[in-house]
């Protein structure tokens, strides 16, 4: 058991060894990044100044020319121009300043499969005509069509009620 105990304290002593190298190793890079900061710090890249001159002789960096603003006046005089000359408005699209139902959109995505649903209603009446015709009913072709239409004609005026 004693030779037990001294093997577990080389081993300690050991890690503690290892354990302090890398204390140090850490301690070095850390040594080393502040150092380089201050370095990065020296390399700042120098200001350019486009605008205006700084008035401190002190800073440095590179000043450019200011390019020439050009002929304010003769701008403004031009545009002055062009508003005194009448403005001529020769078409006016009454539709366009008119608004819209809210609805308009709905109506325009819906046309196309309205148009299939009213040809369907239309074989639909004739079938339902051809059916009484051949049970006899009505004994008159012309009345069996008048009331064919009369109920086309109340359809579209309960449709027109919707819009």
Known sequence: MANNDTNNLGKLTEESLKRKE?????RDQALSKHSGATESAEKLPKPVFRSYRPQNENTTGEILAQEPTGNIESAVQSQLSLLEQPMV???????????????WDLKRDVSKKLERLERRTQKAIAELIRERLKMNQFEDISQAVNVGTAQVQNGKNTDDDYE
């Open 22 to 26: 890398r204390l140090q190793k850490l």
């Open 89 to 103: 408005i020769d078409e006016i699209d009454i539709t366009n300043l008119a608004p819209r139902k809210p609805d």
